[in-house]
């Protein structure tokens, strides 16, 4: 005798069920999903015992035909594609057909249902899989779907089900992420002889409140991009499980953890280690991006790009997060401590800055250089020098110690600039030039000569530190958008765009008949000027002791890009002779 049987239907359609439907929370969510596609713009949600006994959704939705209604039980019956093309362009939260068979399949399903100006509805009953009973109903325009005994006909499921409780807390849990989404849409629920928990039409933060409570929704911050839409929750509320990161592509609730991670990371430091925030984003990305048809419940997706989806996400959190007041300063990596003549130089009296921090200490610091580097001294007398102060804040003014010797005058910007590029050489010659990951990624906007430039300079650019990624298309025609995600921390978050065009304008092949190597220290000592602030400044006397420490680490002797002095000795002959003495 044959051992392999084509199973029967009802077996067949009762294990197609469990993949779809696993517990009444899934029931609830093809039903939410099913209303949302037939556009309506109220629902209400009835449940008893935890979902096991009834789920009930009613909507204002478009209803279904008398003819239809029968059909939409059928396994792979859906008026929501037709074509393998229209797969390609999924907008509707349904289109696998699956749903009504399935949920039908385990428990009794009785849809009452009626087009709107039609004069009379439908109904019809499905139990346990059987024939769908249809018959004329005088119901309400939209459709009711009623879910009775989930289950009634799989004991081994419906043993797995737990207390009403626990059921009703993950169905609750489905009602919030698609009503979170759909703030335009009245969305009500109520469990047994309980209140209601009913959300008016408005605001994505009006809807949050409703649902999560107004202390949250006050803690909010808005994020807007072109690809992107949400609500972000400000570092006050952080939570230990990511329970509250409610991510959705084209409204649709998706669990990913790339996108969660993406999310930290915007975060950044902002949140202590193993938090997570509260979250509502919702992408938009072209239906051909992204496949939604890898899970029966559809709650998986995945991306043509990933890499890009990941990092439109973490850019937008970070861009919301740091466009709020400034971030708690504990929040961030205290700055280096160390003796006093070790302080940057370049960093002191900067306003707070939006952008990241590194997370080395060395590369905080940007021009200080590491202890280990203060044997390397190349010119011990920038070392011994008194300082006695500063003319017109911008020369220090100095002298060697004792009574003779010389008097020194020090161009404060240049000798700060030729430091920065010194140490910039370095470490572009060692290959780590460290840089940060921008907390506002710049973006700007290049023509097509430029854009040719800032392609052709790429590989350099990354060399110093730069990661700039293409971004579509320029207003301006034939040009593009770029995004600058980091910059050399020496740069300590300064606007970059501009430099950037210079930079790659100087590098590129065709920029100029000069060498390599010259147009590398060309690009270097332009990066280095662009980090040192400029202008007169007054100095403690400390800041100098710390440039003069920098001086003395660095070959005053060789080829300097500007080739402008940055000291002048003067010996006290001369300065007597002045004098006539
Ligand atoms: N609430 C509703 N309002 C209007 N039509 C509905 C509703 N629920 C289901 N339908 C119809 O029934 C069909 C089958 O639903 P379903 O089994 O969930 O499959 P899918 O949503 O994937 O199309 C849908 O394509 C739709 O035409
Ligand atoms: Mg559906």
Redesign the pocket.
């Known amino acids: 005798m044959s051992r392999i049987k084509i199973l029967d239907k009802s077996l067949a359609s009762k294990i197609a069920a469990g993949e779809v439907v696993e517990r009444p929370e899934s029931v609830l969510k093809?039903?939410l999903?099913?209303?949302i596609?037939?556009g309506?713009t109220s629902i209400s949600v009835t449940v008893a015992e935890g979902g096991k006994r009834l789920i009930r959704?009613v909507?204002n939705?478009?209803?279904?035909a008398r003819e239809?209604a029968g059909l939409?039980f059928f396994r792979h019956?859906?008026?929501?594609i037709s074509t393998e093309e229209d797969l390609e362009k999924i907008m509707?939260?349904?289109?696998?057909?699956?749903?009504?068979?399935s949920i039908s399949a385990v428990s009794r399903v009785t849809i009452r249902?009626r087009r709107p100006g039609e004069v009379e509805g439908t109904s019809v009953i499905v139990e346990g899989g059987g024939e769908p009973a249809t018959t004329g109903d005088g119901c309400p325009e939209?459709?009711s779907?009623e879910v009775k005994d989930l289950f009634y006909n799989t004991p081994a499921r419906l043993k797995f089900l737990r207390g009403a409780e626990t059921e009703y807390g993950r169905i609750l849990e489905t009602f919030k992420k698609i009503a979170l989404v759909n703030p335009d849409k009245r969305f009500r629920i109520v469990h047994g002889s309980g209140k209601a928990l009913d959300a008016a039409p408005g605001t994505s933060r009006q809807r949050i409140a409703d649902l999560f409570g107004s202390d949250i929704g006050k803690k909010l911050i808005e994020i807007e991009t072109p690809d992107l839409k949400g609500l972000t929750g400000t570092h006050e509320l952080s939570y230990p499980t990511a329970k509250y990161l409610n991510t959705y592509v084209n409204g649709r609730w998706v669990r990913d953890r790339a996108i969660n991670r993406a999310i930290l990371e915007g975060y950044g430091q902002l949140l202590a280690g193993g938090r997570y925030p509260f979250a509502v984003i919702d992408l938009r990305v072209a239906p051909d991006d992204v496949d939604v048809n890898i899970h029966p419940a559809k709650s998986e997706v995945r991306f043509r790009n990933p890499n890009y989806i990941f990092d439109l996400v973490r850019y937008a959190v970070r861009g919301a997060l740091s466009r709020t007041t400034a971030p708690p300063q504990a929040a961030y990596p205290k700055a280096p401590a160390g003796p006093n003549h070790l302080q940057p130089y370049m960093a002191l009296n900067e306003p707070a800055s939006a952008y990241g921090v590194c997370g080395r200490q060395e590369e905080k610091a940007g021009l200080l250089f590491k202890e280990e580097d203060i044997i390397d001294v190349k010119n011990p007398e920038f070392l011994g020098l008194v300082i006695v102060g500063q003319l017109w804040g911008e020369f220090i003014v100095a002298h060697t110690p004792g009574g003779g010797g010389e008097a020194y005058l020090i161009d404060q910007h240049g000798a700060a600039e030729r430091c920065a590029f010194e140490k910039l050489k370095k470490m572009y010659a060692s290959g780590t030039v460290p840089s940060q990951a921008l907390l506002l990624p710049e973006r700007f906007e290049t023509t097509p000569e430029e854009k040719e430039a800032v392609l052709g300079a790429s590989q350099y650019l990354s060399a110093f530190g730069f990661e700039i990624m293409p971004f579509g298309h320029s207003t301006g025609s034939g040009g593009e958008t770029f995004l600058i995600r980091t910059a050399p921390c020496l740069l300590s978050g300064r606007a970059s765009a501009g430099l950037i065009k210079d930079l790659a304008q100087e590098l590129s092949s065709f920029g100029g008949s000069s060498r390599v190597e010259e147009r590398i220290d060309g690009a270097l000592m332009r990066i280095a000027c662009h980090s040192v602030i400029r202008g007169p400044r007054p100095l403690a006397k400390e800041e100098a002791a710390a440039l003069l420490t920098d001086m003395a680490r660095i070959d005053f002797s060789g080829h300097c890009p500007h080739g402008r002095p940055v000291v002048k000795r003067i010996p006290r002959g001369e300065i007597e002779a002045i004098f006539g003495r």
């Open positions: 093809e039903l999903e099913n209303s596609d037939a309506a959704v909507d939705g478009s209803g279904i239809d939409a019956a859906t008026s929501k509707t939260m349904g289109f696998r057909g699956e749903a009504l068979a249902t939209g459709t779907v």
